[in-house]
């Protein structure tokens, strides 16, 4: 997978997370007492896919989604090198390179 089809697959994940979230909110706003809604599985397997698709082998793609909200919540520090400098994380391209990177 080149860079250019995962920007592209990461973009549909987060467009198709957008859709989701805007469904619960709707069903929600139709039923107050709505337990939730969540369509997980496709996601899971999504991301399983792209990480043997990317070679993954630390889980930055899942890093990135979930402990930094797609980069929103990445700052200075959330990623070092092994000598200690700052690697941005913050948009899918950081992303890329971050898991193209063998030497982080």
Known sequence: MNKQEFTKTIQTLLALKRDESLL??????FDPDFGGFS????EELLVHTLRIAVDDKNDWIGYWIYELDCGKLAK?????????KNIPIKTISN??????????
């Open 95 to 104: 992303l890329w390179e971050i898991i193209n990177n063998k030497k982080l």
């Open 76 to 84: 200075k520090g959330s990623v070092k090198s092994k000598q200690g």
């Open 24 to 29: 619960h909110m709707a069903l929600k706003s």
């Open 39 to 42: 369509l997980s599985r496709y």
